[in-house]
């Protein structure tokens, strides 16, 4: 088999590192560039153990990107920021496939919005993957099964570990002021709200919190139906609707974060209705670095490749 190669730029963060340990043990893929100012020249085996070659961060401007001729790139950059390395592959006349793990191409119909369970069907060779957001693969995939029977806005609140505001230190990622606490931000309009807004196409109200826990997200959403419903027959509507899906499994009980931290899936359960069936709650759980991030990168790269989905994915869900 001859390897793909990837480069990555933005490897300092908790994602760029989880890429790092996929894409080293993957047997299709040859991680070849690894950008990072502020770990330019460290050996990469240095930060990321698991692996085990001899390459070293750089610092690469955008220009020197098309020079490596590498066959894809990941952008783990801040929102924003992205634009600069995609304009100037372009203007190389270089046509590698790009990841961007920002928001900054979600919103932009000429980008492949890859979050595979619910769009895969509409992938058809692009070039260009928007990965979702952490929060809003969860939202989406809690709610994607009900879709045709909602009623009104869904209401969302999540509360996600720490690791979700990076490592440029902030409120959000201050272990000593998230001790026993539980801070809510940016309650109406979030990015992830928009996101999901746009791409499901019904109204979601979200209010995003962060814990003390370090990784992990448990999302639980509210939802308003046309008619009444059965509890059986909601949760036979999400088993139909993921079976097969080797990263998602459907449970009786409310996932716990705890469990799902570390691996690479999606659990949904706990799915509860009010008496009078119109109401319906589910709570989904997802690791924010993994399949909230560079686990879903490499299935997207897998899938512009034509590997199989979830080659190189460890700890498959079934």
Same mark, same amino acid.
């Given at each position: 088999? &001859?390897?793909?190669?990837?480069?990555?730029?933005?490897?300092?963060? *908790?994602?760029?590192?989880?890429?790092?340990?996929?894409?080293?043990?993957?047997?299709? @893929?040859?991680?070849?560039?690894?950008? %990072?100012?502020?770990?330019?020249?460290?050996?990469?085996?240095?930060?990321?153990?698991?692996?085990?070659?001899?390459?070293?961060?750089?610092?690469?401007?955008?220009?020197?990107?098309?020079?490596?001729?590498?066959?894809?790139?990941?952008?783990?950059?801040?929102?924003?920021?992205?634009?600069?390395?995609?304009? +100037?592959?372009?203007?190389?006349?270089?046509?590698?496939?790009?990841?961007?793990?920002?928001?900054?191409?979600? @919103?932009?119909?000429?980008?492949?919005?890859?979050?595979?369970?619910?769009?895969?069907?509409?992938?058809?060779?692009?070039?260009?993957?928007?990965?979702?957001?952490?929060?809003?693969? +969860?939202? /989406?995939?809690?709610?994607?099964?009900?879709?045709?029977?909602?009623?009104?806005? &869904?209401?969302?609140?999540?509360?996600?570990?720490? %690791?979700?505001?990076?490592?440029?230190?902030?409120?959000?990622?201050?272990?000593?002021?998230?001790?026993?606490?539980?801070?809510?931000?940016?309650?109406?309009?979030?990015?992830?709200?928009?996101?999901?807004?746009?791409?499901?196409?019904?109204?979601?109200? @979200?209010?995003? *919190?962060?814990?003390?826990?370090?990784?992990?997200?448990?999302?639980?959403?509210?939802?308003?139906?046309?008619?009444?419903?059965?509890? +059986?027959?909601?949760?036979?509507?999400?088993?139909?609707?993921?079976?097969?899906?080797?990263?998602?499994?459907?449970?009786?009980?409310?996932?716990?974060? %705890?469990?799902?931290?570390?691996? *690479?899936?999606?659990?949904?359960?706990?799915?509860?209705? %009010?008496?009078?069936?119109?109401?319906?709650?589910?709570?989904?759980?997802?690791?924010?670095?993994?399949?909230?991030?560079?686990? /879903?990168?490499?299935?997207?790269?897998?899938?512009?490749?034509?590997?199989?989905?979830? /080659?190189?994915?460890?700890?498959?869900?079934?």
């Amino acid at each position: 088999m &001859v390897k793909k190669t990837i480069g990555i730029v933005g490897a300092r963060g *908790h994602t760029g590192a989880e890429l790092i340990r996929l894409l080293a043990a993957h047997p299709g @893929f040859e991680l070849a560039a690894v950008s %990072s100012r502020e770990l330019d020249g460290q050996r990469v085996a240095d930060q990321v153990p698991e692996y085990g070659g001899g390459l070293r961060y750089a610092n690469l401007a955008p220009g020197e990107l098309a020079g490596l001729g590498l066959d894809a790139w990941v952008l783990a950059l801040p929102n924003a920021k992205s634009a600069p390395f995609v304009d +100037a592959l372009a203007t190389a006349g270089v046509d590698p496939v790009i990841v961007d793990l920002s928001a900054d191409h979600r @919103f932009d119909d000429g980008w492949y919005y890859g979050l595979p369970e619910l769009t895969r069907g509409g992938y058809a060779g692009q070039r260009r993957i928007a990965n979702p957001g952490c929060y809003a693969s +969860a939202m /989406q995939l809690a709610v994607a099964p009900m879709l045709e029977l909602l009623e009104g806005p &869904v209401q969302c609140f999540g509360v996600s570990g720490y %690791s979700g505001a990076g490592t440029t230190p902030s409120e959000r990622n201050d272990p000593d002021k998230l001790r026993d606490n539980l801070m809510p931000y940016a309650l109406v309009d979030h990015l992830h709200e928009r996101e999901v807004t746009r791409h499901l196409g019904t109204p979601v109200e @979200f209010m995003p *919190h962060v814990a003390p826990h370090f990784r992990g997200i448990t999302l639980t959403a509210n939802m308003h139906l046309r008619e009444p419903m059965a509890l +059986a027959d909601v949760e036979a509507r999400y088993r139909g609707r993921y079976a097969g899906e080797p990263l998602l499994r459907v449970t009786g009980d409310a996932p716990w974060v %705890s469990d799902i931290a570390g691996r *690479h899936g999606v659990e949904i359960g706990g799915f509860t209705l %009010s008496a009078d069936g119109r109401r319906l709650v589910v709570v989904a759980t997802l690791d924010n670095l993994l399949k909230g991030a560079a686990t /879903q990168a490499l299935q997207n790269l897998n899938l512009a490749f034509g590997y199989p989905e979830v /080659q190189g994915v460890p700890d498959e869900l079934h």
